[in-house]
């Protein structure tokens, strides 16, 4: 044996002087040296671990040509046989050596290849959730509310399921008057309405607050309606202030105070007589508005409370005296945003909400 221990790259088979030797080893030598070192440099140029494990199986397998070459020892005299067993185990040895240095290659790039596939780019900005806001209906009520909460308004709410009574009896409406029509009014069971404006709140606020009062309500009313400019639900804010010898001078001021706080200082008013069968005088506030063409828009109804409704709410009409207002919420939204459907702020479609 003249290959050194560990060595690890057994070469030529010089163990036997040339030309010694039976012919099968003579052959076998051949073979080995012939065949190993074209494996080994195969296994390197496997691309994939599926490949690798083709070669390796050329070589190695069952009918592989280390396998082979094994094989054929039986025919080899028995002090050829060590001699050709070592030097083929050799071989062997260094064919393992370069498939799992492959190996260990290939396993290499197909992790490295994964990390930088699942990687994750922890500079890049995050994704932001999309914060959501108020109704458009909401902010321009809660602006209403702030305005006249600035002037000493408080706030008071009334019920939407309202009694006949309230609704239209103690607001003066006689029972023939076409509001009470079932064409207009949303009737449920035992002489209940769905409030058909938030005037019945006038009432209640008198009943439960002891005057001078300033109040104001909003909220949901209900009427049997429907197209671009009506929905069969909307929301008024209603006003009340009660004191004694209070004047229209008064409500023309805390309106024309409340219309340049909304809309700015240059915004025009002018009060229009009306009807309402719970205010007398009653009044229509028109603005002078952009969105018309300079041309007069309605926004509310007011006038001074009728002493019908003082006396239904038990007060004194030779005593007390105040005025009363009504205004359509989303019909404010409307004409500061440049709304032309009343149907779009209850569709819920977030292409129109996200533009508040
Ligand atoms: N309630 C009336 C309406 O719905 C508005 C209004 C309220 C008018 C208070 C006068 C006084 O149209």
């Not at 005299?77 to 071989?91: Q, S, V, Y």
């Not at 290849?113 to 995050?126: I, M």
């Not at 409030?195 to 005057?211: E, F, G, K």
């Not at 639900?233 to 010898?245: A, T």
Request: hydrophobic residues 40%; negative net charge.
């Amino acid at each position: 044996m003249t290959t050194p221990e560990g060595s690890g790259t057994p070469t030529s088979p010089t163990l036997t002087p040339a030309g010694e030797g039976s012919p099968e080893l003579l052959a076998l030598l051949a073979e080995i040296a012939a065949k190993v070192p074209p494996a080994c440099e195969r296994f390197a140029e496997a691309k994939d671990l599926a490949q690798l494990e083709e070669f390796r199986i050329e070589v190695l397998g069952k009918k592989g040509v280390l396998t082979e070459m094994n094989a054929r020892m039986g025919a080899l005299t028995p002090t050829e046989k060590p001699i050709a067993g070592k030097l083929l185990n050799n071989h062997k040895a260094q064919v393992i050596h370069a498939l799992n240095a492959r190996k260990d290659a290939l396993e290499a790039a197909a992790l490295a290849n994964s990390l930088q596939a699942e990687s994750v780019d922890v500079t890049l900005p995050g994704v932001r959730p999309r914060s959501g806001h108020l109704h458009p209906i909401t902010q321009t009520t809660l602006e209403i509310v702030k305005i006249f909460q600035g002037m000493g308004f408080r706030v008071e709410s009334g019920p939407e399921i309202e009694t006949e009574w309230f609704n239209f009896e103690a607001l003066n409406v006689p029972a023939d008057h076409p509001a009470r029509d079932m064409q207009d009014t949303f009737y449920t069971e035992r002489n209940c309405v769905l409030r058909t404006h938030t005037s019945p709140t006038q009432l209640r606020s008198m009943m439960r607050i002891a005057p001078p009062l300033a109040v104001i309500t909003t909220g949901r009313v209900f009427r049997c309606d429907s197209d671009a400019t009506h929905s069969p639900m909307f929301h008024q804010m209603e006003g009340l202030y009660i004191d004694r010898k209070v004047s229209m001078a008064h409500l023309k001021g805390v309106l024309n105070e409340f219309i340049r706080a909304y809309y700015g200082p240059n915004i025009k008013t002018r009060f229009r007589p009306s009807f309402f069968p719970f205010t007398e005088p009653s009044a229509e506030l028109d603005i002078q508005s952009d969105v018309v063409r300079g041309g007069w828009m309605e926004v509310l109804g007011c006038g001074m409370v009728h002493p019908t409704v003082l006396r239904n709410a038990g007060l004194d009409p030779a005593e007390w005296s105040g005025f009363a207002f009504g205004l359509g919420i989303d019909r404010l939204a409307m004409i500061k945003y440049g709304i032309n459907d009343i149907r779009l702020l209850t569709e819920n479609d977030m292409r129109f909400l996200r533009q508040f």
